[in-house]
């Protein structure tokens, strides 16, 4: 017999037919009588117990299957980004930079993902960095990574550039049953579609720290008849060799370097799939923004352009950037009373083999 969730009246109605039943000296069940009032009680126990089990039913289904195909939820991902390192002015020799090269901000610690040289003649070196406290605290605004950690090699001066804004918590249920549609979707493999769940799965992991230094946070594909061309992004800017090859490795099949098994690949027979890195296409945007003359700083036109910026990193691929967007993402700024977009002037397409990056992100007074 199925389980069925019994409603409370229907519990009491249960419990008082069993009474009469068995017992000829009760007569008077009506509503708010003492034998009525003595079955209420329990039965209200009874109908709170069966809800509790419908909700453990409901919360255990996914669970297991969850836990059947070893699919557990995603660990959190430590903000990355690039730092821009600049060297002691007149240096006359090449500043090596070493993997593991420590900066940091006013909360966190980064750490270079990359070696780096600033050669002679060049002022400074950008560099990826990744955050070495998993999750959402590493994520930083313009100019907030300030701070040498590592001292020596002749590094002067530290900055970002551009926000640090990919670092999440772990993942939550709603983005793993996402994930999971896309998973059954793979199974029948040598779809577009597994394809496409595969190289999602390419992450960079740190070995000595277990940090998660890079992963795949877009894939687009163009199919022709026999041939696909994937083209990846991490989400950050300057894809790593490492990387395209961990999305090709697991888009072919590769031999487990660990344990020696082959491991079978998802790309569909006879046909061939190149992975490439997308393109960057800079968007320059100008703003001018009222804000009250009390409330105006540095602080408060950082915080707009970081608004502005993010916007322009989102926009999916084969979708448009509208300057509408932008004078929506300064308004969102507390302090912002209106504001007017200067540039662009006209919407920007972000293609399939490319996202768009901000560019140099001003911001006037009105």
């Not at 027979?269 to 992975?275: E, S």
Request: hydrophobic share 45%; aromatic share 6%.
């Amino acid at each position: 017999m199925a389980f069925r969730i019994k409603p409370f009246l229907e519990i009491t109605a249960s419990m008082i037919g069993h009474m009469r039943a068995v017992n000829k000296t009760l007569t008077d069940y009506a509503v708010g009588s003492v034998a009525r009032t003595m079955i209420e009680a329990p039965a209200a126990e009874i109908d709170e117990l069966y809800q509790a089990f419908a909700a453990g039913l409901v919360e255990a289904i996914p669970t297991a299957i969850y836990r059947s195909f070893d699919f557990s939820l995603q660990p959190a991902k430590s903000a990355s980004g690039v730092v821009r390192l600049y060297a002691q002015a007149g240096h006359n020799a090449p500043v090596a930079i070493p993997v593991g090269f420590l900066v940091a901000s006013s909360t966190a610690q980064y750490q270079t993902a990359e070696a780096a040289s600033i050669p002679v003649g060049q002022e400074y070196v950008d560099v990826l960095a990744v955050c070495r406290t998993p999750g959402a605290a590493g994520n930083a605004g313009p100019d907030e990574i300030r701070y040498l950690v590592t001292a020596g090699y002749n590094v002067v001066r530290v900055t970002n550039p551009a926000a640090f804004a990919n670092g999440r918590g772990v993942e939550t249920e709603a983005e793993r049953k996402l994930r999971f549609v896309d998973f059954v979707r793979s199974l029948a493999r040598g779809t577009i579609g597994a394809v496409v769940f595969a190289a999602k799965q390419a992450v960079i992991i740190d070995r000595p720290s277990g940090i998660v230094s890079e992963r795949v946070a877009r894939v687009q594909v163009d199919e022709t008849p026999g041939h696909v061309d994937m083209y990846v992004h991490n989400g950050t800017g300057n894809v790593s060799d490492a990387l395209l090859a961990r999305v090709d490795a697991l888009v072919q099949g590769y031999i487990d370097p660990y344990t020696g098994e082959i491991v079978t690949g998802y790309r569909p027979t006879g046909m061939r799939v190149d992975v490439h890195r997308m393109g960057e296409i800079p968007v320059d945007a100008r703003v001018q923004a009222e804000v009250a003359m009390e409330a105006r700083s540095e602080a408060l036109r950082a915080r707009i352009a970081a608004a502005m910026a993010s916007t322009i990193s989102a926009v999916p691929n084969d979708q448009y950037l509208m300057p509408l967007s932008l004078q929506n993402a300064a308004m969102t700024v507390p302090g912002v009373r209106g504001a007017v977009v200067v540039a662009p002037t006209l919407t920007i397409l972000c293609p399939l083999n490319a996202v768009l990056v901000p560019g140099t992100m001003t911001v006037d007074w009105r």
